[in-house]
């Protein structure tokens, strides 16, 4: 178990780094920042020279790889890290290095128990792209077909093990101190950051995502995901067809290839809302270097480590949102948020209806290219925090998602309306799911699985309340205190032991960086 003063002194290492990006600033300036946290930040930049302009992306870039993906994460939430960090963050690459291609033979021949050449025919030394968990080589498989082979960085799961240990107890110090802290629920952030990154870090996961959403699209026009070689896939070692096609960021070999940009636009667009609203499983790293175009207009993607998933009704929830605003049913929109119960009860329905309207209607009816995604943000945070809005975790990856998938259509079609898109396919799958026939359908079947339920709730309660006779029940047992339970009861013990540790903690990192300055 990681102590204390451990995560204190990581925390000070990676706070330097911050300093030194000028990443800091924001923190320290925020007034809603609790008082030990700014203490904390003035340590850490303590002699460090800070550029005029915060570069928060490779402030987290030159921390290291769970870094990136905690960047990446923070990202979409602009009401944590501020506006300016979001959209900064925004850029972040998730790129490193490749490992020598040695040290990723050596990752293939463990995970299969056998040498390389017993699996593949050919591996590409070079890799066409490594990321911050993996990286891609091009490979034949002996019976001659191309694929692309994702390999786990070796010893990745550990370190990225031993820094979100120290993100969990710093965002569970920060929430404890209440305020604007607690409401933006920063320990329910990083506990879905875990749980993203562990579903990254074994690619049988990956794999098997990427096969549920090929059967939730199987009856999209022209979008595919590529076949899972299963003989060739583990835990470190991913095996997909190879994919030949066009990035879908180079507009200009796409426009060469004879694509029509507006309809791969539209198409993407609605390939999303297929999976978010329809499937409740949506591919959420739809970023411009996972998607490409085949020479027949399909669009593939790639990549998915990181998957969302939404709930029957939340997806209802969503979709009626979505065609509220739409349509500019202000009220509607509001209801749902109360019934949802994002939106605590003892706020008014209509003030909050309003509130929507303020922040909808400049948005209605015009291009994106004319629309400011600052101002919007800003109006819906302010909403947030004036009717005591608690963060919701399952919309994060949503939210990410759309924000995503809305600059690539836009750089594919800058006309596009993403509304005018959106609308119609929303209002088709409210009147399907939402309907009479919808309604009475789901009556039916609940109604039916709740008799099919009860000989098997009448065999727990028997279960629960047996028959008299049996082995006689035990006596109670005395309670004893443990050792550490003592030791947490005792007020101040181990207080002054974190304390010496932070100061020397700081004091080293202080000593390092001079010992840099003078090298």
């Known amino acids: 178990m990681t102590t204390p003063a451990t995560h204190i002194w990581r925390l000070l290492k990676w706070g330097r780094t911050l300093a030194r990006h000028g990443a800091l600033r924001g923190i320290e300036a925020d007034p809603n920042t609790p008082a030990p946290v700014k203490r904390l930040c003035r340590l850490a930049r303590f002699g460090t020279v800070q550029p005029r302009e915060p570069d928060y992306a490779a402030a987290f870039q030159a921390i290291g790889p769970a870094a990136i993906k905690l960047g990446q994460t923070l990202a979409t939430r602009p009401d944590l890290v501020g506006e300016d960090a979001a959209r900064n963050l925004l850029s972040l690459q998730d790129s490193l290095p490749p490992v020598p291609f040695e040290k990723i033979r050596e990752q293939i021949e ?38 692309a082979i994702k390999v786990l960085r070796p010893g990745i799961r550990e370190k990225f093990e031993r820094d ?5 107890w710093a965002a569970a110090h920060l929430e404890a101190m209440g305020g604007e802290a607690q409401r933006l629920r920063p320990r329910l952030t990083i506990a879905n950051f875990k749980r ?8 049988r996961r ?8 090929a059967d939730a699209m199987v009856a999209i026009d022209r979008y595919e995901v590529p076949d899972i070689d299963w003989d060739r896939t583990n835990g470190r070692v991913l095996t997909i067809a190879w994919i030949d096609g066009i990035k879908i960021s180079q507009t200009d070999k796409l426009i060469e290839a004879g694509h029509d940009l507006p309809d791969l636009a539209r198409r993407l667009v609605l390939a999303f809302l297929t999976q ?30 990181i998957m969302g998933r939404i709930d029957r009704r939340a997806r209802q929830w969503l979709a009626e949102i979505l065609y509220g605003l739409t349509t500019g049913n202000y009220k509607r929109v509001a209801e749902i948020h109360f019934e949802a119960q994002y939106v605590p009860s003892y706020h008014s329905v209509d003030e909050f209806a309003t509130a929507l309207r303020a922040v909808g209607e400049p948005m209605r ?7 400011s995604v600052g101002q919007m943000l800003d109006g819906l945070f302010a909403i947030t925090r004036d009717f005591d809005m608690q963060t919701q975790p399952h919309l994060l990856l949503l939210q990410k998602t759309m924000v995503m998938v809305e600059g690539i259509a836009t750089q594919l079609d800058p006309q596009i309306n993403m509304w005018d898109v959106a609308a119609p396919y929303v209002r088709d799958w409210i009147r399907d799911e ?25 065999r727990r309660l028997e279960e629960l309340y047996p ?17 550490w339970e003592r030791r947490a009861r005792v007020p101040g013990r181990g207080l002054l032991g974190y304390v010496m540790a932070a100061l020397a903690g700081g004091a080293l990192v202080w000593a390092g960086s001079v010992a840099g300055w003078l090298s």
């Open 110 to 147: 463990r995970g299969f128990e056998r040498p390389l050449e017993d699996i593949f025919a050919e591996v590409d030394p070079v890799p066409v792209g490594a990321a911050s968990i993996a990286q891609v080589h091009k490979g034949i498989t002996i019976d001659g077909r191309t694929v």
């Open 164 to 168: 979100i240990a120290t993100y969990e």
């Open 196 to 203: 993203w990154t562990n579903r990254e870090l074994d690619l």
């Open 206 to 213: 990956e794999a098997a995502s990427a096969s549920e959403l």
């Open 276 to 305: 978010a609203i329809s499937a409740g499983y949506f591919h959420a790293d739809m970023h411009q270097g996972n998607l490409f175009v085949r020479a027949d207009g399909t669009i593939v993607a790639i990549d998915f480590g």
């Open 365 to 371: 009816g015009k291009p994106v290219s004319e629309l």
């Open 434 to 458: 939402l309907g009479p026939e919808s309604a009475i359908a789901d009556r039916i079947k609940e109604d039916t699985d709740t008799l099919l339920r009860v000989p098997a709730l009448i």
């Open 467 to 483: 028959p008299r006779g049996g082995a006689p029940e035990p006596p109670p047992l005395p309670e004893v205190e443990l050792i």
